[in-house]
């Protein structure tokens, strides 16, 4: 499945991309062929040019980049429906979304499989099988209801609705749907100071696609117990409620850079009061690469984001951490931006840079784990094993942290070769005494967590294994 996948979206994508500088060399063609009298020649250059500037302008709409992304493109015989909202009203919209499932159901048996933006479909490396029900028209603000969004939303999209304030944190990937956000369990940079998953979602309504039944669930803890269990796959998720704390003034805060290779540097990072901070580590490198944005903290005039200053940032601190190694100085690392945008970590994506990590071979998969309160000592500690596995098997891992009061939890975000993706679980094991963890669902999870215990996210964060749904029950639409 995965090489189907890689195959159709290589070959399909590439053509894309070289379709746009092919163009320009074919009418500079044609226009030395005119000039030389070859008229004939110039015209087939002049037409095979402009059949490549529609050809890379119809695979780059937006429908196209999600049947590539979700490796169903071009969808044909597929029983594939999309659905959008009707005229803003809710209760019209469940009534369509009904209607297009039950006959999706009568005709195959089986719900549709959702599809949202199709970036989780991407990093999992294969596609769902049909029916499947595009949700990426299903988009805006829902009329009557506060700080609720259909599920096609991107975070994007939310966060230019609540101008001029912004979501506390968000998952690091801004084009991403609202649905696949929580769903999936994504998350972002956030630190103490920021707010998570459990305190930006309120509510959503779903639809069990097999009795037709609307559900309103409260709280994430309910969203975590429904969709990891092993009945997800019948739940669609219409639309998405905020906590209305979620949404805060857009505050300016500053980055500040750590070369980590020490605990004391260590301790420096984890320090308290952190609205954003990632530490990434990776075979180039001797040390880790530490970024936290807080409170400014002196009379910088380096304001962010700048010409190039996102894409700059990735690089060095992510791609720089398996290739080169390179990076500037800490002391360049201290930039001043609003929140908003310290949020925005990824920056845009060009095709090439897509195709260039299915031809890589780094498959992105990532740990979850429990820990007891993390110290500079062990984090550094960690730093080390995971840089001294990342030499010999190549790849980077980029660790974020959170503290609650319950639990804390480690996220170890992992791009390995499929072969090495089973040697952080022994060094977890056996370094650091893991015994449970969680794999993210929205990213590659075809991986053996031997010798840890592989849990799902909602045992990992102690919620309920179920809930019960008839008191979620909702009247029928």
Known sequence: MTFAFNALYVSVWSTAVLAAPGAIVLFVFAGLAFAAGEAVLGSIYVGTGLFSVFWTWFIRQHTNRVLLRSGTWPHLCRGDDHVAKVLNSPDETVKVIKEKVSGMVLKYGRPPQIVGGGWGYFLQRAGPSGPRLFTHNLVGKVEGMRNTWYAGTTIAAVQKDVKPLTLSAHPTMDYISVAAWFAMGNHGNQGDAGLGNKDTFKSCLILNMQSQQPYVLEGYEALRSTFDGGSAGI??????????????????????????????????????????????????????????????????????????????????????????????????????????????????????????AILSRYTN???????????????????????????????????????????????????????????????????????????????????????????????????????????AVVKKL
């Open 235 to 356: 739940f669609f998720i219409v639309h998405v409620t905020f906590v209305q704390s979620a949404f805060v003034v857009n505050k300016m805060v500053q980055k500040r850079g750590f070369v980590v290779d020490n605990p004391t540097v260590a301790a420096q990072w984890l320090a308290p009061n952190a609205d954003l901070r990632v530490v990434f580590m990776g075979a180039s490198r001797a040390h880790a690469i530490g970024l936290r944005w807080g409170n400014c903290y002196d009379e910088s005039t380096h304001v962010d984001p700048h010409f190039c200053s996102r894409f700059c940032q990735y690089f060095q601190t992510d791609v720089a951490s398996v290739l080169c190694g390179c990076h500037e100085s800490m002391t360049m690392f201290n930039g001043k931006s609003t929140l908003k945008n310290a949020n925005r970590w990824m920056p845009y994506i060009f095709g090439w840079m897509t195709i260039a």
């Open 365 to 471: 998969y990532e740990i979850i784990f429990r820990m007891p309160a993390l110290s500079g000592t062990v984090l550094h500690r960690i730093i080390m094993e995971m840089t001294a596995m990342h030499m010999v098997h190549g790849g980077r891992s980029e660790l974020r942290y959170s503290a609650f009061q319950d639990y804390h939890l480690v996220y170890l975000d992992m791009a390995m070769f499929p072969e090495a993706f089973g040697r952080p679980f022994a060094i977890l094991k056996t370094q650091f005494g893991v015994e449970e963890v969680s794999i993210h669902p929205g990213k590659f999870t075809r991986v053996n967590t031997h010798p840890c215990r592989f849990v799902t996210l909602s045992a990992l964060y102690g919620y309920k294994t179920s809930i019960d749904m008839e008191a």
